[in-house]
């Protein structure tokens, strides 16, 4: 039986979003029309998520704070007939030099300055990019809540959030979330085993995965295992593709069905993703990529 599942995501209101989201951390050239084409090329390859934050530019080649979103707003502005076929997801909640703060006044301002950046009436996935320890989740809550009532932005999500943390805002919101963001790939099994996947299901949650290829090392084959290159690599040669497609394959094979978030900035590369992941993977596969990505035979 094969477990890869490249059908739609169903997001509430939002509507249906593919196997594949487009990531923006790296969303940094400085030419306009190349940034067009990417989105573009994301859209026309079913990467109709497209997911940033307003953190994105401070690294990665970035000139600071809030840029990837300006870029990002510079492409809808040009081209806004694109913003249609768009679910637009944004995060907030990181505040350089604080690490973080979800205060009601800071996420309600860091919202509207994403509003603004983006140059948009609404974002369509809010997320809090990461858990606030000091913050209760009852005033971050009403804060969503709020702008969701305001018209601002349309659902809420979470990212790098355990599942207590979750429950705990979810437990004050009158609307369910829809998404968590945690990190996983064949490389960072985390989600396998601290139980959130397990979550999502129980909940409805869907997971967005991060770095599904663990920042390329999946495919560079940078200070992976060598066993568990040797398994990918076999089964891409059984499958006729390549290690990445293995590896981006196995992040869709749970059954909380996740969505994989994909930050090439190669429009050639993200034409060719989904058909790369488009193999087939059994349950002898997917428990041999876990044993060779651990190390340890399962019991």
Not at 118 to 135: A, C, E, N
Not at 173 to 188: E, N, V
Not at 220 to 248: C, K, M, N, Y
Request: glycine share 8%; charged share 20%.
């Amino acid at each position: 039986m094969n477990l890869v599942d490249l059908s739609s995501r169903s997001l509430g209101q939002l509507g249906e979003v593919g196997p594949f989201s487009f990531g923006m951390w790296r969303f940094t050239d400085a030419d306009l029309q190349r940034r067009i084409e990417l989105v573009e090329s994301a859209l026309d390859a079913g990467f109709n998520l497209i997911d940033t934050a307003d953190v994105y530019g401070l690294d990665w080649n970035g000139t600071g704070f809030g840029t990837v979103e300006t870029a990002l707003g510079e492409v809808l502005q040009q081209r806004p007939e694109l913003r249609k076929r768009i679910v637009l997801a944004t995060k907030g909640g990181i505040v350089p030099p604080t690490p973080y703060d979800s205060s009601p006044s800071a996420i309600r301002a860091a919202c509207e300055a994403s509003l603004r950046r983006l140059q948009v009436d609404t974002i369509d996935l809010y997320q809090i990019h990461r858990p606030d320890m000091f913050v209760h989740p009852e005033d971050l809550a009403a804060t969503l809540t709020s702008l969701r009532e305001e018209g601002n932005i349309r659902e809420v999500g979470v990212s790098n959030h355990t599942i207590p943390q979750t429950i705990a805002l979810q437990s004050f919101l009158p609307f369910p979330m829809l998404t968590t963001q945690p990190q996983y790939s064949a490389l960072d099994l985390t989600p396998l085993r601290d139980g959130t996947f397990d979550h999502c299901m129980t909940t409805g949650l869907t997971p967005m995965a991060w770095s599904p290829l663990a920042g390329g090392r999946l495919a560079t084959g940078e200070d992976v295992r060598p066993e568990l290159l040797a398994t990918l690599d076999d089964i891409a040669q059984r499958e006729a593709t390549d290690r990445a497609g293995v590896a981006l394959a196995f992040v869709l094979s749970h059954p909380a069905r996740p969505l994989a978030i994909v930050g090439t900035q190669n429009s050639e590369r993200l034409a060719h993703i989904q058909t790369s992941a488009d193999i087939n993977l059994d349950r002898n596969d997917v428990y041999a990529i876990i044993q060779a990505s651990e190390g340890t035979p399962l019991p």
